[in-house]
């Protein structure tokens, strides 16, 4: 959220993030103990976490229903702005490779369900 907040120009001084973990319930009731006994602000010293991007498959998701509709293009201007925005990471790059890979048999999967509906409809009238 905190990442977010900040592209977005939003305040975040209420915010206070933790990773998931094996412990993150133990965590979170020593946190909302700090809260309750000290303050937020002592709280989110002690407990916050930093939070970066890891998972780059919302890259795949653009790239692919680019591809579903022919645009082959038109994603570029997002894998820009998330370089710009995340610097490079492998994982985005494999994501998009992934895309790109996948791409001509995703679209001969489409071209053949449309045919087949084409068929259909026609048998059907």
Do not use: W
Not at 73 to 94: D, Q
């Amino acid at each position: 959220m905190v990442y977010d907040h900040q592209f977005a120009g939003l305040p975040f001084d209420n915010i206070l993030e933790m990773n998931e973990s094996k412990e993150v319930m133990k965590t979170l009731q020593q946190c909302v103990h700090e809260i309750i006994s000290n303050s937020f602000g002592a709280a989110k010293k002690k407990y916050n976490q930093i939070f970066k991007p890891k998972n780059f498959y919302f890259i795949y998701q653009i790239l692919r229903d680019s591809f579903k509709r022919f645009e082959f293009i038109n994603p570029l201007p997002v894998l820009r702005r998330s370089k710009n925005r995340n610097g490079f990471h492998f994982m985005a790059i494999a994501e998009m490779l992934k895309a790109y890979i996948k791409m001509p048999f995703q679209l001969l999967i489409l071209i053949v369900k449309k045919v087949f509906k084409k068929r259909r409809a026609t048998i059907n009238n």
